[in-house]
């Protein structure tokens, strides 16, 4: 069953989305987050992509309270990245309500920690955020290049245990221009048991359908529903079909 997976990116408590990781380039779409999560929930949708973009700079939690109020006030699925550095945060997400959440720029940074999560939280609980630049793992909200090869990446996680991978193609988020198809046909061929969800790039309705035709887990929607290349009645009649 392909997962339908809109995105809520916060800062300040608000609902905005960057391009390219940039803060600079930050656009607010709405003051509550939690009515945005009802409405995809009222939508047929059953999970939701939160992001800590405060926290994600701060390396700490700074949202909490909002992925506890969306996750009692909504049945989402929620998983929850930003700030998730440290065992503290890691049981922060959880108690707040996070069914996964997204280690990313730590992955890279403290493996080890990472792979100690997945031996006690299980891998249904820790998904990999795999974000890349030229197939490259790129770290810090993406402006820091590793060196580190994307393949080689999910080789190592893939042999700690490692079930779910978000990956992002730098160079596609935010600019509506279509995802990476080339990429996550690459981390198929070479981790078919993965089970990947696309992120950046969606552009629209097409897209989604493609994406969902490469027989990958699912696909993260975020600025193609905000700027409105994508409407909440498209997003929940493809739910609807790719749950039958």
Known sequence: MFQLIPAIDLIGGQCVRLTQ??????????????????EFEGAGIQRLHLVDLDGAKAKKIVNAHVLERIAHGTNLHIDFGG???????????????AKQITAGSIAVRQPELVRAWLKKYGPDKIILGADAQHEQIAVSGW???????????LKDYCAAG???????????????????????????????????????GVACLDDLYRLRDMNI???????AFYEGRISLAELATFAKESTC
């Open 162 to 200: 490692v079930k779910y991978v978000i990956s992002t193609d730098v160079a596609k988020d935010g600019l509506l221009q279509g995802p990476s198809f080339d990429l996550y046909e690459k981390i198929q061929a070479q981790e078919p048991e993965l089970q990947l969800i696309a992120s950046g």
């Open 217 to 223: 887990f699912g696909v993260i929607v975020g600025k």
């Open 21 to 38: 990781g940039d803060y600079a380039q930050k656009k607010v779409y709405h003051s509550d987050p939690l009515e945005i999560a009802k």
């Open 83 to 97: 700030g998730v550095q440290s065992d503290e945060m890691i049981d922060m997400a959880f108690s707040a309500g």
């Open 143 to 153: 402006q820091e290049n590793s060196n580190i090869s994307i393949f080689d990446f």
